[in-house]
């Protein structure tokens, strides 16, 4: 019997905008998500920990870039104020970060990280990058 976990988060397609990239991009996001998910539960050793959030932070830079790219490239007239969420989702990341590393893993760490990655990444998806979708007509 194999001992999987539980599903902290899992890709839906109805959160497909309708460029290739952008949507590769978010699914790689929602996977990173729950190998962190799956590592906080697990209680992995601290580094792996740390690994996985310095993934997660990098890939999360790479993508807000190439989003941007994408909506600059369509002339998306929002993109200035998407810059400024994605500015401050990335602070957002680095807050949870540094607060998994400084105060180590507990299961109230734990929680608070996993509502806000969730609603991080389905909030954003939802609410902001689907009306980019709208934008573009797909």
Known sequence: MTNTLPAFITWDDSWCIGVAEIDHDHKQLVKLT???F???????????????????IDYTRHHFNNEEK???A???PELAS??????????QVLDVSDRI??????EQIGDDVFE??????????????????DFLGK
């Not at 992995?44 to 997660?56: C, P, S, V």
């Open 70 to 72: 994408v909506m600059a």
């Open 116 to 133: 806000f990655l969730k609603s991080w990444l389905v909030s954003h998806i939802i609410n902001e990058d689907l009306r980019f979708r």
């Open 34 to 36: 729950q190998k962190l």
């Open 38 to 56: 799956g590592a906080l539960i697990s209680s992995q050793a601290g580094e792996h920990i740390k690994e996985i959030m310095h993934e997660l």
């Open 101 to 106: 590393l400084t105060e180590g893993e507990s």
């Open 82 to 91: 998407h810059k400024i969420l994605h500015q401050d989702l990335i602070r």
């Open 74 to 76: 369509h002339d998306y």
